[in-house]
């Protein structure tokens, strides 16, 4: 059974960073990719960035191009979304996805490609 288990939320101010993790059980996922969703109250779910297990290439969201950096650690299965001059409106939870979907180039995948979701870690930014 897959699992994605996300830990390293948690409250900082604006200006600070956090380091989230998403730990992948029960499958790899070496000719796909993962990816980070956002989800703020009230507002529909964001696409963050996206990484490919092979090669590592990584897309980004707009919001968030320039301060925050996905990366993978094969070994451990894990992807970790670093996040610096976090701002008030990156408040949300955070959701790691999979999948095992090839596309040649990570800027290809969709929103409906992801088929496997972590349970979500809340990130909150004061100002």
């Known amino acids: 059974q897959v699992q994605l288990v996300e830990s390293g939320g948690g409250l900082v101010q604006a200006g600070g960073s956090l380091r989230l993790s998403c730990a992948a059980s029960?499958?790899?996922?070496?000719?796909?990719?993962m990816a980070w969703f956002r989800q703020a109250p009230g507002k529909d779910r964001e696409f963050v960035g996206s990484i490919k297990w092979s090669g590592g290439s990584t897309y980004y969201g707009d919001s968030v191009k320039g301060r925050f950096t996905i990366s993978r650690d094969n070994a451990k299965n894990t992807v970790y979304l670093q996040m610096n001059s976090l701002k008030p409106e990156d408040t949300a939870v955070y959701y790691c996805?999979?999948?095992?979907?090839?596309?040649?180039?990570?800027?290809?995948?969709?929103?409906?490609?992801?088929?496997?979701w972590g349970q979500g870690t809340q990130v909150t930014v004061s100002s």
């Open positions: 029960g499958r790899t996922f070496s000719s796909g990719a």
């Open positions: 996805a999979a999948t095992d979907l090839f596309r040649s180039f990570i800027a290809y995948y969709t929103e409906y490609d992801w088929n496997y």
